[in-house]
DNA sequence: CCTCGATGTGGACGCTGTGCCCATATAAAC
DNA sequence: GTTTATATGGGCACAGCGTCCACATCGAGG
């Protein structure tokens, strides 16, 4: 992470989209190689070499600003697979979902962004709107159509069912007391699905 | 929060529990009072009367520091009741848990010690080992036994089913784009046992 | 009774980061 | 070409950190 990796620029006004790009390259890099930890206002703007007046302007916290720049790095596709077998596409989803948080920086970034959430009003609203939010909708959907189609309960609620699979995922992340696996995942639908009662009838 | 509220103190030596004593009350205080937004090494120590060089010789990090005010502070029993009925007993200790963290100061404590903790490698450490691993495993516990009563099927995740339950309730504490209430946690609990396949045998 | 080691205290140092304020330069819009 | 918008450089006071040193005082051993 070299600093200064703009060389030098003069002063005067330069397109805003120009400059709101560079930043969030630049703050792109700096949270993938170093986490929340190293990231500030000052070593965004000594990269990026936009001053640091600026990046108050656009953005209030640095934390809104480590939001954007992430969702713009990892800009991941949005899409929930609709197979008719619910079991199937949640744990598929799951899967992919601990397959990026472990392995990659993905992971540490993500909980470092909900830890700072927890004392940056700012992160916490760009989190929920721009990430957790149109997820949630999509999984809490596919619970929905596969309830319509009869597939589970009708008294579910699709919006607890998110909690107990991801959630109990963000967890092991957030509380790594217990390591977060593919196995863990599967366990996990597995256990929702089927329920925890002693099994009378198995079925297939 | 009066700053100061130790009048003034000579130098010399003190006692080091009755300082650490006065330390960790100060910090409390000002953790319940101002999360962890406020909570420096400096305000504890203008608080307290200590100085700074002995916090810093005592406690590594301001997390560190944060979580042992804390744990003294609220020092919760740690029991895990066992009438026999495992879905009643998960059910009670989930409301408990609900009920500790919305209806007091201690709900936003939590979740901003979980937050810095992602940063905070020795707060992370305290948190684990004084209070998620003991609780977590009192939890298992009880899942195991019921599963040797033969009340859980045999193969079930002991560990999996504390995330599904508490992680998820973690989940909404953390990021709160769903309300974490009392009707949640039973919604929990009756999902997971029962689980979610349509009911051809409704039971009691 | 006295000396000495352990340990808290006061005070200061440089450093980083913040949030804010200018004046200035220059690109874009009209 | 004139005007307007906006990025830039630089400086300010402030907070907190982490560390250092000299000093005061307590407690224990002689």
Redesign the interface.
Known sequence: MTEQQTPRRGRGRRPADEVRGEVLAAAGDLLLAE???GFTFERVSAISGASRTTLHKWWPSRGALAAEAYFRTVESTLAFPDTGDIAADLTEQLLAFVRLVTGTTAGRVI??L??????DPELAAA??EHY??PR?ALAVAAVEAARDR?????D??A???V??????????L?????PLTEA?AR??VD?????????EITPS
């Open positions: 986490g929340m930890a909980a470092e909900i830890g700072s959430s927890q004392t989190y929920r957790s939010a949630r009869g597939q589970v309960r009708v579910v609620d919006e607890a069912v909690d107990q699979l991801w959630g109990a995922c963000y967890h092991r957030l509380i790594p007391d217990q863990f366990t996990l256990q929702l699905v089927h329920g925890l009662r002693t099994r």
